[in-house]
RNA sequence: GGCCCCUUGGUCAAGUGGUUAAGACACCGCCCUUUCACGGCGGUAACAGGAGUUCAACUCUCCUAGGGGUCACCA
């Protein structure tokens, strides 16, 4: 059997949003379960819209998520070049070989008059397509015109009469009347091809068996299976995408910043659950399992777990899944993923396994650490009602001998770890017949001037230490009048 | 609007003629508890509507409605 060749083929017009990546894993997925290979073809024919530096978030994208291509632009192989407008006369080629058999034609036809004759169709209720003006001309008149210089585009010819019926793997066969096909551009003024001639040219000189992309272009199809047959090639296998929505209506869009990579990592999101959560967007392995590594999905994925419907793009679900990739991380990896956003909150200078040990489960996102750690490194002014706990029945009279208790037992403890010191607040705990509430509450709301902090009393005074813990319940004691 | 496609709880979804219609997220409640979480237990909630076919329809057919895609010298 011929070797599955998959490609994913982006435009460089931006980041890289999610919707994209969601195909691109797709398509990876599937070379890799078949030992196939991934290609990535850079598609800027659109000479207007290539945004500066978009090729190389194509290309770090790819490689932080972990999928990494066995041909492309910066990396060779041996149906390159990859990048389309390199690739011009190759084009102009083929364009020329279906003209010559009639799969094609000159049109000459100025942007005014298709202008104008949409106007009309839309006017009169028609529904509009091109009127083949040009297919009639004479070769007589195509050459008086190429000689006058006139500018002229490549148009598909495609029969009018008959119906097209296409296969695709997901949506199964899909039959057209030739009719509603148009004949589009293939080639434009510029020399540079549209996307129905190079999505086709390349995908067979780069070998693609497996054709995996957006449904954007299923209704387009058929059209690309009359170059095929006009070429005499054979047909890829089509695997079409359901879009991911950003709510019933609208679809996640490049616009409003919604929907990047980069965005969703900013935002404290792993690449790898944000990757397997993605793979769950329109796809289900038929099974309960919901955390996949990439290696689990290679395994896993299959052209019949794809939905034919949109998928709405859950951001709760997203952050769930993201705090269980939290909670799987090792002690090393979490410090060194945690790190720059300990190092914004000074949180870095303290003991950092301790810290992971309170912090880890309580997170959902990693931005949410500076937030969380902020008493750290530094004690928030406070108010009195914060002693207040109605449930331990406390306040800031009630308190005060408390914390005093507190702080001559804290001054003369020396071992300020966990265990050691959770006994010994409990020891006085006992001693003044009190409920845990009633010296824990107080006591963190005097270290910490917090009333919500990961972890409790004995948690922030251990992170504090002796020295910083005595002197901010000391502070505290000052202030309580 | 034409053409094509889709339709199970708020969301992701399993289900392929006979099920008490899974599971997950979210939400709510309880337990745990010094706050916040974690964890544990439990709960609310769905086959878009209408005709058929059939002994039997979420599953098949048709119609309606709703949603999506597409109708570029963009991809």
New binding site residues.
Partial sequence: MKQVRTRF???P?GFLHIGGLRTALYAWLYAKQNDGVFVLRV????Q??EVEGAKQVIYSTLRATGLTYDEGPDVGGDFGPYI?SERKQIYADHAQTLIDSRAAYR?F???ER?ADE?RKAEKS?R????DMHCLGLSEQDIQDKLTAGE???VRQNIPKDGDTTYSDAV??D????NS?L?D??LL???G?????L??VVDDHLMGITHVIR???????TPKYNHLYRAFGWTLPRYIHL??V?KD????LSKRHGDASFDDFIKKGYLKEALLNYIA?????P?T?Q?IFTLEGLTKAFSI??L????????T??L???N??YI?ALSEADFIATAMPYFKECGADAFDLKLITQIMQ????TLTEIPVKLAFLSKMPEFSQQMYF?K??KTDAQTSLPVLKEALSLLTAHEDYSMEPL?EALMGLVEKLEI???QL??P??VAITG??????????AACLLGKEETLNRLKASIAKNK
């Avoid at 529904?127 to 091109?130: A, E, L, M, R």
């Avoid at 540079?192 to 129905?196: L, V």
């Avoid at 019933?248 to 679809?251: A, D, G, L, N, W």
């Avoid at 917090?450 to 948690?459: D, H, K, L, R, S």
């Fill in positions: 083929a982006p435009s017009t598609e800027d024919t659109d207007g819209r389309q049109c036809c100025t942007k298709l949409r209720g529904n509009y397509t091109y500018t002229f585009v949506f199964g899909i039959t057209v009347p509603d148009d589009n551009v434009k003024t510029d540079m091809p549209t996307y129905n190079a999505n957006g449904v954007e272009y299923l209704s387009s359901p879009v929505m019933k209506q609208r679809k769950l967007l329109g796809w289900s038929g309960d919901e019949s777990g939905s034919k419907s949109p998928a709405i793009f859950d709760d679900k952050t769930w899944m705090a269980q909670r489960p309580r997170l959902e706990h449930r331990m959770k409920k845990n509430g824990l509450w006591l963190r917090t009333q919500v902090t990961p972890g409790g009393a004995v948690e």
